[in-house]
C-alpha cells in the first residue's frame, strides 16, 4: 500500500554534531510537511515543503518529489532539538488528509 | 501569534462514560482536522470539516465518535462510551485556503481511559 517511511528510527547524536532524517512515500504528494513533536506532544511545524529546498537557521529541508524523497537537515545539534521529527505527506488522490510516518526519535546529548 | 487552541489538555475518564474534546482553529482557517496519535506512532485523521460540513470521516470509528463544528468556527469531538483503546492524544489541526496547504496544530488532548 501506499506509505510513509522514516530513517533512521532512532538517531543519538553529541551535541554540535550534524545529522540528515529521510522520508520515503511512495505516491505523487501535494503537500509535505516536516514536524518536531516536543516532549508536551505538540506538533511544531518547520517546513511546508511539497518540492524544492528551504532553510531556516539551523534547519534545511529538501523534497525531490520527482524521485519521491525528502530530507531534513540538522546542523550544529542542540540539546533543545531532542524529540521525535515526523514526515507527513497530503496524497494527490487523498485531498489534504495528512499521513504521518512512524517518526525518528533524535537525541541530543550535551 | 495566531495558534490552534484545544482543551482540556488532559483527561482520565473510567471505561464506558462519555467524554468530549474541543477546539478552536486559528480565526479565518476554514479547514479543520482531528487526529488521534496512539503512544509511539504517527497521527491518523479521525475527520475533516470543510467550514461546517464533514469532508472525510472515514476512519472515524463512528459507533462510539462524533464531530462536530455547527458555526463552521470551534469543534468538539465526542466519544461514547470511551473504551481502554481510545487512550491516546487528539490533535486538532486548521489550514487555509482549502485544499492542500500546511496544517498547524494545537497543543492536544492527551486521555486515558481506566
Known amino acids: 500500500g501506499i506509505q510513509v517511511e522514516q530513517s533512521p528510527p532512532d538517531l543519538i547524536l553529541q551535541e554540535g554534531a550534524n545529522s540528515t532524517l529521510r522520508c520515503n512515500f511512495s505516491?505523487?504528494?501535494?503537500?509535505l510537511q516536516w514536524f518536531h513533536q516536543n516532549p508536551w506532544g505538540q506538533l511544531i511545524n518547520l517546513f511546508y515543503?511539497?518540492?524544492g529546498t528551504k532553510q531556516n537557521g539551523r534547519l534545511s529541508a529538501t523534497t525531490v518529489a520527482t524521485e519521491r524523497y525528502s530530507l531534513l537537515y540538522i546542523s550544529s545539534s542542540q540539546t533543545t532539538d531532542s524529540g521525535v521529527y515526523f514526515c507527513a505527506v497530503a496524497w494527490k488522490t487523498s485531498g489534504s488528509r495528512l499521513t504521518f510516518g512512524e517518526g525518528t526519535q533524535l537525541t541530543v546529548n550535551p | 501569534e495566531a495558534e490552534v487552541a484545544q482543551s482540556p489538555r488532559y483527561k482520565i475518564t473510567e471505561k464506558s462514560q462519555a467524554v468530549a474534546f474541543w477546539c478552536d482553529p486559528i480565526s479565518g482557517h476554514a479547514t479543520l482536522y482531528w487526529y488521534r496519535q496512539i503512544l509511539g506512532q504517527g497521527p491518523e485523521l479521525l475527520v475533516q470539516?470543510?467550514?461546517?460540513?464533514?469532508?472525510?470521516d472515514s476512519q472515524l470509528p463512528k459507533d462510539r465518535f462524533s464531530a462536530e463544528r455547527l458555526k463552521g468556527v470551534d469543534s468538539t469531538l465526542k466519544i461514547q462510551p470511551a473504551e481502554l483503546g481510545d487512550s491516546a492524544m487528539y490533535l486538532c489541526?486548521?489550514?487555509?485556503?482549502?485544499?492542500?496547504?500546511?496544517?498547524?496544530f494545537g497543543p492536544g488532548t492527551r486521555l486515558t481511559v481506566l
Open positions: 505516491d505523487s504528494v501535494n503537500n
Open positions: 489541526a486548521s489550514s487555509y485556503p482549502p485544499g492542500p496547504n500546511e496544517q498547524f
Open positions: 470539516f470543510q467550514d461546517e460540513s464533514v469532508v472525510d
Open positions: 515543503i511539497p518540492s
